[in-house]
T-cell receptor
């Protein structure tokens, strides 16, 4: 069974640009969550999608957005990039929302903003 | 507000030593869930265990064991006879009821097991 796949794995952008990250969940999983990991703030929840609807949102500015498609694949977008957006962005999937079981994480997309 | 504190930033042990990773949490929820995840250098977080707030029974899985004590709001993780492959960053996390995929993570403890 294929795991959670995130693309791209590494990318470099400059301030002011925007970026789109993609996440393909495990087959059959309908919930996708996104996390930002930085050395200073640690792991922080961005948002969760289930059946193409945002079910939960963390405390991030509106520059951070996401969506989920009918095949459960998800994308997150960051507009007007700032240096502080440099981070590892992790995607996690689970069979359904509201299930307090394990989340299955991808290896992340490492974003560097110059 | 919910909070998870892992006071140990880094721990270094020699192979075969036992090591305990501490986790203290804060929540006002009566129903909540506690987790431990392992993050190897490759980056992905690997699920280790989940406990709910109504189950204080300790758990053992091979060399891993977990001690959940509501009285002290702690959920500590012990690795017995540590191995080099245990070297990773370990995260404790908390989720409230109906929070779905939203976990509150501690800052993580980097464990280094030397041969």
């Amino acid at each position: 069974k294929a795991g959670v796949t995130q693309t791209p794995r590494y990318l470099i952008k400059t301030r002011g640009q925007q970026v789109t990250l993609s996440c393909s969940p495990i087959s059959g999983h309908r919930s996708v969550s996104w996390y930002q990991q930085t050395p200073g703030q640690g792991l922080q929840f961005l948002f969760e999608y289930f059946s193409e609807t945002q079910r939960n949102k963390g405390n991030f500015p509106g520059r951070f957005s996401g969506r989920q498609f009918s095949n459960s694949r998800s994308e997150m977008n960051v507009s007007t990039l700032e240096l502080g957006d440099s981070a590892l962005y992790l995607c996690a999937s689970s069979p359904a929302t509201g299930v307090r079981g394990e989340l299955f994480f991808g290896e992340g997309s490492r974003l560097t903003v110059l | 507000a919910q909070k998870v504190t892992q006071a140990q930033t880094e721990i270094s042990v020699v192979e075969k030593e036992d090591v305990t990773l501490d986790c203290v949490y804060e929540t006002r929820d009566t129903t909540y869930y506690l987790f431990w995840y392992k993050q190897p250098p490759s980056g992905e977080l690997v699920f280790l265990i989940r406990r709910n707030s109504f189950d204080e029974q300790n758990e053992i899985s091979g060399r891993y064991s977990w001690n959940f004590q509501k009285s002290t709001s702690s959920f500590n993780f012990t690795i017995t006879a540590s191995q080099v492959v245990d070297s990773a960053v370990y995260f404790c996390a908390l989720s409230g009821d109906n929070q779905g995929g939203k976990l509150i993570f501690g800052q993580g403890t980097e464990l280094s097991v030397k041969p």
